[in-house]
T-cell receptor, first 111, second 113 residues
Framework: KQEVTQIPAALSVPEGENLVLNCSFTDSAIYNLQWFRQDPGKGLTSLLL?????REQTSGRLNASLDKSSGRSTLYIAASQPGDSATYLCAGSGGSYIPTFGRGTSLIVHP | DAGVIQSPRHEVTEMGQEVTLRCKPI?????LFWYRQTMMRGLELLIY????????DSGMPEDRFSAKMPNASFSTLKIQPSEPRDSAVYFCASTPGTTYGYTFGSGTRLTVV
């Protein structure tokens, strides 16, 4: 059964910093990995989807990488802004095609 | 596209009452998932449908929970009788295939008092 872990659980940074959020998974036979953003009291918004055949995906200031051999994915946020404050969740889908979620990283970017 | 639509957005009910949560997946998406989110346990999969057929319901907590998908455009999650420990946010998600990732609804915040 796929298990997903996210480190750190919480992060507070000043505006403008570049930061990395980590996601690790136990089943290297991962089909895809998806990063989501969740604002307080809201639903999940998809940020990036990486297929198993891909190494990374980019959208604006966000870059996500996938290393199946080490069981890791990272989400890189460049030049962080207060509007980036949210909880970031990763979800890995294995052979069952069911996404398993990590507990998330709660990010605060202060001005 | 209106996305995945869930109703109601908020539900407050008394312990012992029946609660029905509703989900309309995105048209053309053949897989649907129900998740529950709590502070203690994070996001937990309750049940997964593919082409309207339940494939994996191992996450359904107990017999008080049931889910149906009578057609490709509608699913319900029912709790009967409800208990305070069922209080959580319930999310519905759909996908046309794993290559495309998953789209989540806005969730239903359930409070059982």
């Amino acid at each position: 059964k796929q298990e997903v872990t996210q480190i750190p659980a919480a992060l507070s940074v000043p505006e403008g910093e570049n930061l990395v959020l980590n996601c690790s998974f136990t089943d290297s036979a991962i089909y895809n990995l998806q990063w989501f953003r969740q604002d307080p009291g809201k639903g999940l918004t998809s940020l990036l989807l990486i297929q198993s055949s891909q190494r990374e995906q980019t959208s604006g200031r966000l870059n996500a990488s996938l290393d199946k051999s080490s069981g890791r994915s990272t989400l890189y946020i460049a030049a962080s802004q207060p509007g980036d404050s949210a909880t970031y969740l990763c979800a890995g889908s294995g052979g069952s095609y069911i996404p398993t979620f990590g507990r998330g990283t709660s990010l605060i970017v202060h001005p | 596209d209106a996305g995945v639509i869930q109703s109601p957005r908020h539900e407050v009910t008394e312990m012992g009452q029946e609660v029905t949560l509703r989900c309309k997946p995105i048209s053309g998406h053949n897989s649907l998932f129900w998740y529950r989110q709590t502070m203690m346990r994070g996001l937990e999969l309750l049940i997964y449908f593919n082409n309207n057929v339940p494939i994996d319901d191992s996450g359904m907590p107990e017999d008080r929970f049931s889910a149906k998908m009578p057609n490709a455009s509608f699913s319900t999650l029912k709790i009967q009788p409800s208990e305070p420990r069922d209080s959580a946010v319930y999310f519905c998600a759909s996908t046309p295939g794993t290559t495309y990732g998953y789209t989540f609804g806005s969730g239903t915040r359930l409070t059982v008092v």
